[in-house]
């Protein structure tokens, strides 16, 4: 597997520069798609709390820091979990025709979402430095909060890519899913003290990762690492899992997208 993986390293370097350039020499906006749906949710959210339409208690930070930041960081993760199964998609030609380590899909999907992520990365600190927001040595630990949401979100990707290339209704459902996730993770608002909301975001394995992450870059304490760590390294043995059924499953798939 790991032979696989170092072998794979430049095949899923080419393929995520090509598809990188084609995602954004074909679009007007090119670049600036990569944070002007994270934008887009930030501004919903801040209008619908300072309407009154939607009521959000009051956060460790500014309302419209908190919900930016945490978009921002929901829009990184959820790169990552698409990432996968749409690279997955898009090769079935190429894994019909050519032998090539399959874990150069993977390894692709990682680095687009890496590049884009540096984009929404780099918007977000120049936004928190013109606004003069204040950091600390927190901020030294933000990166590993940035490569927990991408293992996270790959493993949970990689997990569905075997029945999503078979039924295409997988590929639907995740961002439905998916947006039920963000609703039971403190992304746009906190985390209630009390009632069944307060339940679900405390199980919830996205909590501390996305809380500790915002309490990173923007300065604040975490009363959730050791909950990120123990999530982290639970990462890690999933990902390793659905590695496995990853490359057992491909031959598999491979040979029913050939017949």
């Keep these: 597997m790991f032979s696989d993986l170092s072998a794979s390293r430049e095949l899923a370097w080419r393929l995520a520069v090509r598809d990188i350039s084609a995602q954004y020499r074909q679009a007007i906006l090119g670049i600036l798609w990569a944070f002007i749906l994270p934008l887009a949710n930030t501004a919903a959210w801040i209008f619908l709390n300072n309407s009154g339409i939607v009521s959000v208690s009051d956060t460790t930070l500014p309302y ?145 990762v996305i809380v500790t992450t915002r309490a990173w870059v923007t300065g604040q304490a975490s009363d959730y690492l050791w909950y990120f760590i123990f999530v982290n390294c639970a990462t890690v043995l999933v990902l390793m899992a659905v590695w496995c059924v990853y490359r057992l499953a491909m031959p598999i798939l491979i040979e029913r997208m050939s017949s």
């Excluded at 692709?108 to 927001?133: E, H, P, R, V, W």
């Excluded at 927190?138 to 075997?162: Q, Y």
């Excluded at 439905?176 to 746009?188: C, H, N, R, S």
Aim: hydrophobic share 60%; proline share 8%; net charge positive.
């Design 64 to 208: 419209s820091i908190y919900v930016f930041v945490g978009t921002m960081l929901w829009a990184i993760f959820m790169d990552a979990l698409n990432a996968p199964l749409q690279q997955a998609i898009a090769a079935k030609p190429m894994l019909a025709k050519l032998n090539f380590p399959r874990e150069a899909l993977v390894l692709s999907g990682i680095y687009q979402t890496l590049f884009n992520a540096a984009i929404k990365i780099g918007l977000m600190l120049s936004i928190l430095f013109i606004i003069d927001f204040p950091a600390n040595w927190n901020f030294l630990f933000f990166p590993f909060g940035i490569i927990s949401l991408v293992l996270i979100g790959t493993a949970l990707g990689l997990m569905v890519t075997p029945i999503g290339m078979l039924y295409s209704d997988v590929g639907r459902a995740v961002p439905l899913l998916a947006q039920f996730m963000m609703y039971v993770t403190p992304v746009v608002f906190p985390i209630p003290k009390t009632g069944i909301a307060a339940k679900f975001l405390a199980i919830n394995p996205l909590t501390p």
